[in-house]
């Protein structure tokens, strides 16, 4: 009997009355160690994350349903687990509901053994609007709670991916950096908004891409607070127009104020794209956007225009990383790649984990 009450007392851990899972206990205590370079990802549910790269890994954020068997695995690696945090902004401008939000979050985030909690709200805010200042009181209010509740715990925000109001996101970039741990920066769907022609485009162009970064460092945001997020999928595009230089006109889908967007197209993951490229044109380049791309007809006969990120693409991202001294790199999301026994598309999967670190 003695034994028995030993073990539970065991099992019970400082997160209120809920019971490790884990097979060793101080699994479930909270990750707060830190490493040189932050490597950040998305998972969506699933089993794929046992055939990650767990020796980069340092968080995932879990936007699929909560798995025991990932925490412990995870928190066995090293790495973080947090949950995704999303809320209606116009809910939160009320203190009171925004006080009841966070402290949901956290009493989940202990029940579950997790490590903080990745904000992602993605909605459209006005400068100066009651919603501007609550959510940045959202992210102040979110961190001071986490970290006064779970110790080295982290807090971290998915930003567009530039400050400039894209997708109407006008958010108080500067003081969202200075309350959070981390931003992460969603450089992907920039195509999201098309003011001139419609037409077919790289997700991440690189330049475009680039001069973003440039523009967050510019407002004097500490570069060890930008993750970069990069796309391991594409956009399939169906040309209702293929003009002879090669250019895909694209059906008018508009999107927050612009005739145009990338919603015209269908998202693919990198694991689909790679099986496709080989009934297709064959892998081409465009050396203006610094992104691959391939034609192919679908069976009705129409043809597409297939634009993606490969390790070439991601690699001259990664440089960027280390040159401007980021705190690290992430994508959307972990769970596309093609994990399976098949050698092509194991050695695909390691070249796109291996292309976040440069070349």
């Not at 009493?107 to 904000?119: C, E, H, R, T």
């Amino acid at each position: 009997m003695l034994a028995v009450l030993a073990l539970v007392s065991v099992l019970v851990v400082v997160s209120g009355s809920s019971v490790c899972p884990c097979e060793r206990p101080e699994l479930c205590q909270p990750i707060g160690a830190e490493r040189e370079l932050e490597v950040f990802v998305f998972d969506v549910g699933g089993k794929q994350w046992k055939s990650y790269n767990w020796t980069v890994v340092t968080t995932v954020a879990a936007f699929g349903k909560f798995d025991a068997e990932l925490m412990c695995y995870a928190h066995s690696k090293g790495a973080r687990l947090v949950l995704k945090g999303d809320v209606p902004i116009s809910s939160i401008v009320d203190r009171a509901n925004r006080t009841a939000w966070i402290t949901k979050q956290v009493n989940l985030a202990k029940s579950q053994f997790m490590d903080g909690i990745n904000i992602d709200v993605e909605q459209a805010v006005d400068e100066g609007s009651p919603e501007y200042f609550a959510l940045t009181d959202l992210v102040r209010e979110t961190t001071e709670a986490f970290h006064r509740e779970i110790p080295g715990s982290q807090v971290s925000f998915d930003v567009a991916w530039s400050p400039n109001c894209i997708d109407k996101r006008c958010y108080d970039y500067i003081s969202i950096a200075k309350y959070s741990d981390l931003l992460f920066v969603m450089s992907y769907d920039e195509q999201s908004q098309i003011p001139g022609d419609c037409i077919a485009m790289a997700n991440a162009p690189l330049n475009q891409t680039l001069k973003a970064y440039d523009d967050y460092l510019a407002l004097n945001i500490d570069p060890k607070k930008i993750v970069m997020g990069v796309p391991w999928y594409g956009y399939d595009y169906p040309c209702v127009n293929l003009s002879q230089e090669g250019i895909c006109y694209i059906p008018k889908v508009p999107f927050r104020g612009a005739p145009c967007s990338d919603a015209a197209g269908k998202q693919k993951p990198y694991r689909w794209i790679m099986k496709q490229l080989g009934s297709s044109s064959g892998r081409k380049w465009d050396d203006e956007q610094k992104a691959p791309y391939f034609y192919y007809k679908d069976q009705a006969g129409q043809t597409h225009q297939l634009w993606y990120d490969d390790p070439q693409s991601i690699c001259a991202k990664a440089n960027y990383v280390t040159s401007k001294g980021l705190r690290g790199i992430g994508m959307w999301n972990g769970n596309i790649l093609d994990y399976s026994d098949d050698p092509v598309a194991q050695q695909q999967t390691t070249q796109m984990w291996n292309a976040l670190f440069g070349c």
